[in-house]
């Protein structure tokens, strides 16, 4: 018996930490020269949000996989495989078939394929993915990177574009949005729980189980793919090498907020709230200098106090 | 006979609900005491006080007259408390043997597993409960009523003076609950004494000694069972006055043309079963365990392969290779194992209702307006619709299971024992519902281990053996005898 302390709801004892957080990075945020606290600049707040914008965008399909019951990693490779794509589209460096997004909808369908069909454990798929398309992004480039160049051309005007703050910050908030929407007001979102919580339950209620397998894996790979996009603006160039590890940073985010790895229960709320948990986190610390091999130990710490914090204990 | 245990003033709450208000309960060494209540009343919980799987508000236990703290199944093996639960509790990747001697304090197990140690020990205790299955089969590849006597034997196993049996039998078949009864027997003549939570009147008065009735958390009275009547106890289960015989089905109707035919249906477990099913027909569907009765089901729900012969659905072949894809032809299964193949237990009572109705973009007052009716025409008692379902009673997940499929409303529906775990009360609401189906011009197939129940609610009772159909009775010529005959392989088809 699992019993249920006088409870909050998930949500709110998300937020709990990360109101928790954000007075910590008030208290030791250094003061401007004004005198105000520099964590609490306007420019400082939508940077945290710029900063957080391509992982929030891929902690979102990952929520929805990880509710199946799923992971997928190979998100890192598919965001660089679509900043190379990107890169050499716009600069001509390469043919790229011109299938835009599209592709990145289908690499992920297939994982979902390799996982609803085939029954292969997800883990597996997708590390198979990650290896995989991470080769297919360094063959295409021949694992160099591929500047966008900061001239008059198209190329630099689209990614000038592409990296503006409120486009990039927008356009998280809009997908953010619409994926809350997929999983808290439709059926889709009630399936994708189902099917985490019990599979065969789910089979013996007559879901469709492969079908939403593989849109929940074509999605992560979309979401992926557009994280690319972004990131290829952002940084003024396609790099094969990119991405290294965001499936793990996305998969924190989502556990902070307080889906279970499991499957079955969580919230894009709440995986917002970790997405903002982790972003703050890394701005305290940075807005302090604290170097960044402590950060990450720092983090370390966070990550459980976090995840504690949300824990329901069992009372009895 | 000295007393074994004493609970007193037992309180439990969840959030806002009292399961249990200062409930008590006194057991005498070698007594086996009933233990009966409406569905929610608070039976399970206080079995799993007893047992130290949930922890009470407040309430005091005595063991041979001393006070004792329970606060965890450990203690209560110390103890010699053991329970079988009414949601079986076995890793079912595990094998027969490893899911008897896991945790068991009678089999120390260190280092490496000796599988031949662990079969040397299950050897005797799984004899005793007539599994028929060996030490190493994994629980997984057996029915829900082979894994009730798994869990039995484990109990057993742990030379408990004291066993909790929370609804051991609603999975079992007549057969398979007859060896229970002697096994019980045997070891109440060896001095165990046994809590025994039941819906089912004539168990209780086949092997009881006393009935404790709980209504809404508290005890109502104790009464000796030689000394009282079915009547008089679940007038103090319901606190009102209920009519537990109801008619038997008038004998079949000149029907119209099938809805179902099915012919020489060969799957893994069936052979060559041959059948028609007319709207506004309740076929029962008979046999022991093991007969065939919810493979039936699943060849029909998409849920097996069909090796052989044909299913027509109003008179068009059809193949249905998923439950998806059956539900679109119109057939609908209530599962056996609520548990397993039916409930997401961390969703709400609501979702769990709609899962399988629901399209596009949900709906909640809509979905509500839809389901409310439901609750009401089968007495679903629960905290809110909102609550997790897990946190229902048994019977109440039942409840919520059942109206998932008076939604759906498929024509043709396979029901696999319905009334698992519900109470007297409500069993009566839903034998009416199932009349009102057949009335509306559904097709029903009632799978069932319980004859009366079948001879209650069907037109015409089809029997299993092996996966063989064994005979099919019409209501009015069926008896109990006739359908364990034909149901053991004594006598050939009927006709
Ligand atoms: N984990 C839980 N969380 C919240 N409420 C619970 C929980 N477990 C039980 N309850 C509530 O406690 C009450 C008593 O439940 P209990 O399981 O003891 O009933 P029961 O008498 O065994 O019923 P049944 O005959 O249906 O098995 C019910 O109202 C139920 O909703
Ligand atoms: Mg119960």
């Known amino acids: 018996m699992t019993g249920k302390r006088k409870r909050l709801p998930g949500d709110a004892r998300s937020l709990l930490a990360l109101a928790g957080i954000v007075l910590l990075a008030i208290v030791f945020s250094p003061a401007a020269s004004d005198g105000s606290r520099i964590f609490l600049q306007a420019g400082n707040l939508t940077d945290i949000l710029r900063q957080i914008s391509i992982i929030g965008i891929i902690s979102l399909g990952m929520t929805l996989v990880i509710l199946t019951g799923g992971i997928d990693l190979s998100v890192g490779s598919i965001l660089a495989l679509s900043t190379s794509l990107a890169a050499m589209w716009l600069t001509g460096a390469g043919q790229e078939p011109g299938y835009g997004l599209r592709i990145f909808y289908a690499l992920g369908a297939l994982n979902g394929a390799a996982v609803a069909a085939l029954d292969i454990q997800p883990f597996i798929v997708t590390l198979a993915s990650m290896i995989g398309i991470r080769g297919l992004a360094k063959w295409l480039t021949h694992n160099a990177n591929i500047d966008i160049g900061f001239g008059r051309d198209v190329a630099a005007a689209f990614a000038e574009v592409f990296r503006r703050k409120p486009l990039v910050i927008g356009s998280y908030a809009a997908l953010a949005a619409v994926f809350w929407a997929l999983l808290a007001r439709t059926v889709f979102g009630r399936h994708v729980r189902a099917i985490g919580d019990n599979e065969t339950a789910a089979r013996y209620a007559g879901l469709p189980i492969r079908r939403v397998k593989v849109i929940v894996y074509a999605l992560s790979g979309l979401l992926a793919g557009f994280a690319g996009v972004l990131y290829a603006a952002e940084n003024h160039q396609g790099n094969p090498n990119a991405g290294v590890a965001y499936e793990l940073d996305a998969i924190a985010a989502v556990v902070i ?8 229960k969580g919230s894009i709320t709440g995986t917002i709230v970790g997405t903002l948990i982790m972003g703050v986190l890394t701005n305290m610390l940075r807005l302090n200098n604290v170097d960044s091999n402590v950060e990450m130990m720092v983090k370390a710490v966070i990550i459980v106090l976090a995840v504690a914090v949300q824990r329901q204990r069992r009372t009895d | 006979m000295p007393e074994l245990l004493r609970a007193e003033s037992i309180s439990k709450r969840y959030g ?21 209540g409406e569905n929610g009343a608070g039976k399970s919980t206080l079995a799993k006080i007893i047992a130290g799987s949930v922890r009470p508000d407040s309430g005091r236990i005595f063991f041979r007259g001393a006070p004792v703290s329970i606060r965890n199944p450990r203690d209560a093996q110390r103890l ?10 076995l890793f079912p990747n595990l094998t027969i043997g490893e899911n008897i ?8 197990e260190k280092g490496f597993v000796d599988f031949a140690r662990i079969e040397f020990f299950c050897g005797p205790v799984l004899d005793r409960v007539g599994l028929g299955r060996g030490a190493r089969e994994l629980v997984a590849s057996l029915p829900i009523g082979q894994a009730q006597l798994v869990a039995l034997a484990r109990a057993l196993s742990m030379d408990a003076r004291l066993i909790l049996m929370d609804e051991p039998t609603s999975a079992l078949s007549d057969d398979a609950a007859a060896r229970l009864f002697d096994v019980i027997g045997a070891l109440k003549r060896s001095g165990v004494s046994i809590v025994y939570v039941s819906h089912k009147m004539d168990e209780i008065f086949r092997i009881c000694d006393r009935a404790t009735v709980l209504r809404d958390g508290r005890v109502i009275a104790t009464e000796e069972v030689a000394h009282t009547t079915p009547e008089a106890l679940i007038r103090l289960m319901v606190g009102r006055e209920l009519s537990t015989t109801g008619d038997r089905l008038s004998s ?4 119209p043309a099938p809805l179902l035919s099915v012919s020489h249906l060969t799957t893994r477990k069936l052979r060559d079963v041959t059948f028609d099913l007319h709207p506004g027909e309740v076929l029962g569907v ?10 039936l089901g699943a060849a029909l729900f998409g849920l097996d392969r069909i090796r052989g012969g044909e299913i027509r659905v109003r008179g068009a072949a059809a ?10 032809l119109g057939i609908g299964l209530l599962p056996e194992d609520r548990k397993l193949e039916g409930l997401m237990m961390d969703m709400s009572v609501a979702e769990n209702t709609t899962i399988a109705a629901s399209r596009g973009l949900i709906r909640r007052t809509r979905e509500e307006a839809a389901i409310e009716p439901l609750y009401a025409r089968l007495a679903l008692r629960s905290p809110s619709w909102s609550a997790p379902v897990s946190a229902l009673s048994g019977g109440n997940q039942q409840k919520a299971l059942l109206a998932r499929w008076l939604l759906v409303n498929p024509d043709i529906v396979f029901l696999d024992d319905p009334a698992r775990g519900i109470d007297v009360g409500a069993k009566q609401d839903i034998y009416r519902i199932i009349g009102e189906l057949a009335a509306a011009g559904k097709g029903v197939l009632l799978a069932s281990s319980e004859l009366p129940e079948l001879l209650r609610c069907s037109h015409r009772i089809l029997v299993l053996n092996e996966g063989r159909m064994a005979a099919m009775f019409d209501a009015a010529e069926a008896t109990q005898e006739k359908i364990m005959a034909a149901a053991s392989g004594a006598v050939a088809h009927d006709r």
Request: charged content about 15%.
């Open chain 2, 286 to 295: 008979a046999g022991l365990v093991g007969a065939g009765r919810s493979e």
């Open chain 2, 252 to 255: 079949p109707v000149n029907f």
């Open chain 2, 101 to 108: 001697v896991i945790g068991n304090r009678s089999f120390q």
């Open chain 2, 319 to 328: 193949h249905p290779r998923s439950p998806a894809a059956a539900m679109r």
């Open chain 2, 16 to 36: 806002g609900v009292y399961a249990l208000q200062g409930a008590g309960l006194s057991v005498a060494e070698g007594e086996i005491h009933a233990l009966l």
């Open chain 1, 257 to 264: 907020g307080g889906t279970r790895l499991s499957g079955g």
């Open chain 2, 80 to 89: 010699g408390i053991g329970i079988i639960y009414q949601e079986l509790d």
